[in-house]
């Protein structure tokens, strides 16, 4: 107000009334991400035991009823690589406790799409799947779907051009503000989801998907912008609270391309929900005008939930601050056991009851971990049991004549072979965790040049790679690797000893042959047969050379293998598996300066 206006009204006793400004409004949003169908509990989380659907919708509950303005949503793969209590009834248990957590919005991740379009459609709208006893078994029935909503602005129908599912909902909240949620995934689903799961849809990129819906957003008058988007970056435990700093994000944008996303965002986006990568931050990063905007994480499986208030002008409906926290899903905290669901808990159980019969038997038995944390080299003790697992389902003549065996990293799932005390009784259930995707064994002719050329496709920079993703690989290879050598010339030297692993203790059969030396193929046109998983045959993980093998030949699903492995494959008769025993030749993979 002018002040001699107001000195004038008084002078001639003339009142005036000034106008109550607004107050803002605080809403709550509760965010998680990667939860993969993980009903129960995965384990400890910085030595918490953690998680569970059941004590992850305790927390929601308790948080929300801090501030009755609040939203539930997900940053992807809510479903998909999910333990078997929820993936043998395709994830239709994650979807009806979901329901029940009072979830609002989920952006898609990649694993929404590992069964296709239609099975994700039919996860979002409901039905069963004809003629499959897996389906539709657990009230209500049947399958109701998804009360809340997949979010998908980045993925379109080939055929029509348009968007699978909405890209966007506006939800208002008292008071009359409005906050526009737009959910993605990473633009390069196609190239970590096997081929059957993406067919007919096309990915666009993920900042310009979003600078593209900020008018249209505008011209609705919203100004509070929230995205969730399945892409991330990578965190070091760097602090005692590592989940809440940013001060372990790594700077490559090719590391964490969240980093290289959020630069690009228009500056109206006032917060960014990620997944993807299981980890846990806290950030403020620069978007393109260089202002810094919030980016949060909250690890994976339901362990960690992230608790943003953001604060909204009445009047402007703009965004003026916003706080977050990532929360550890505690179960042993008393403060949260009152808001546990008993409805949730008795969805959990049913599901349990069906499945514990095929979950709780006994596959083999472990001497120590075999977990799927790789140490410098690239090199996991759980990557390396599946990898001969593959080897001996594949090397008799008829089952495909395989040499050696590659294995994806991102599929040996979390957290491997890793639970006590030892020794460890394996059932099925921990196997299936390991090994969730249901892929088939192929095995394939491949050259020397070729097995060569798919080595270096582990790295960034190489033939299309994105990422560093070493291979795990059987008994019998091993290889040294250059870390500071070029893109495509790191691979220094290849060794193969035929080995027979269907045979115990596993057998040298032939003198090693050197495939590389010094980064030199040696036979170029020497042809191996080599398997892999489904995935990786089709180029996945950015393998392109693997397309190129020829005459494949089908074997066994990988889950199938695994068992038939820890069961009878590697040793005498009751003697457990030892990720140490000198006959499994370790470590197989060298990392050189």
């Not at 389906?135 to 602005?153: E, I």
């Not at 980045?154 to 503000?177: E, H, R, S, W």
């Not at 208030?309 to 009047?315: H, L, V």
Request: proline fraction near 7%; include cysteine; charged fraction near 15%.
């Amino acid at each position: 107000m002018n002040p001699r206006r107001f000195l004038l009204g008084c002078a001639l006793g003339v009142s005036f009334t000034v106008a109550a400004v607004a107050a803002p409004i605080t809403v709550k949003i509760l965010g998680f991400n990667d939860f993969h169908g993980s009903l129960q509990s995965p384990g400890s989380f910085s030595g918490n035991p953690s998680g569970g659907v059941d004590y992850l919708a305790a927390y929601v509950a308790r948080l929300k009823a801090a501030n009755p303005n609040n939203v539930v949503v997900s940053a992807g793969d809510l479903v998909g690589a999910s333990p078997l209590i929820s993936a043998f009834f395709h994830d239709e248990g994650t979807i009806q406790t979901m329901n029940q957590l009072g979830l609002e919005f989920n952006a898609v991740g990649n694993h929404e799409f590992d069964a296709g379009k239609v099975e994700l459609l039919r996860k979002q709208n409901g039905g069963c799947i004809d003629r499959d006893p897996a389906s539709c078994v657990v009230p209500p029935t049947p399958f109701p779907g998804a009360r809340f909503r997949f979010l998908a602005a980045n993925v379109l129908d080939a055929g029509t051009g348009k968007t699978l599912l909405p890209g966007y909902v506006i939800k208002q909240f008292a008071g009359g503000v409005r906050v526009a949620f737009i959910g993605m995934t990473l633009k390069d689903t196609p190239s970590i989801v096997t081929p059957t799961g993406v067919a007919g849809l096309t990915f666009a990129d993920e900042a310009d998907t979003v600078n593209a819906l900020v008018p249209k957003l505008k011209a609705r008058g919203v100004r509070a912008i929230v995205v969730l988007i399945h892409q991330g970056g990578f965190q070091a435990a760097t602090s005692p609270n590592f989940i809440n700093d940013c001060s372990g994000l790594l700077q490559d944008a090719i590391a964490s391309p969240i980093k290289a996303v959020v630069a690009r965002l228009d500056d109206a986006v006032d917060l960014v929900i990620s997944g993807h990568t299981h980890t846990g931050y806290v950030c403020r990063l620069s978007n393109k005008t260089g202002r810094t905007i919030p980016v949060t994480q909250a690890s994976a499986f339901g362990r960690v939930l992230t608790d943003i208030d953001m604060t909204i002008d009445n009047e402007t409906g703009e965004v003026t601050a916003v706080s977050a926290e990532n929360v550890i899903v505690d179960r042993n905290d008393p403060t949260v056991v009152s808001f546990v669901d008993p409805a949730i808990q008795a969805t959990v159980a049913s599901y349990n009851a069906l499945v514990a019969p095929l979950q709780n038997q006994v596959i083999g038995t472990l001497v120590a971990p075999a977990s799927n944390t790789a140490n410098a080299a690239g090199e996991m003790a759980a990557g390396v049991l599946i990898a001969d697992a593959q080897l001996a389902s594949t090397q008799p003549e008829n089952l495909g004549g395989a040499q050696f065996a590659f294995m994806n990293p991102g599929g040996v799932r979390n957290p491997g072979f890793n639970s006590g005390p030892y020794p460890h009784d394996v059932t099925y259930g921990e196997a299936f965790t390991v090994q969730p995707f249901a892929n088939t064994l192929v095995s394939m002719t491949l050259t020397a040049q070729q097995v060569k050329d798919v080595l270096e496709q582990q790295f960034p920079g190489c033939n299309g790679q994105t990422a560093q993703r070493i291979l795990q690989i059987s008994n019998g290879l091993a290889y040294s690797w250059s870390e500071t050598a070029a893109p495509c010339s790191k691979i220094v030297d290849v060794t193969f000893t035929p080995t027979n692993v269907t045979v115990i203790p596993p057998a040298p059969t032939a003198a090693a042959e050197q495939i590389v030396i010094g980064g030199v193929v040696q036979n170029p046109a020497k042809t191996y047969r080599v398997t892999v998983n489904n995935f990786l045959s089709t180029g996945g993980d950015n393998f392109s050379v693997l397309k190129s093998g020829i005459d494949p030949l089908g074997g066994a699903q990988d889950i199938d293998a695994l068992v038939k492995y820890l069961k009878e494959g590697y040793r005498t008769p009751l003697a457990p598996y030892d990720p140490a025993n000198p006959n499994l030749h370790r470590p197989r993979i060298t990392r050189l300066p």
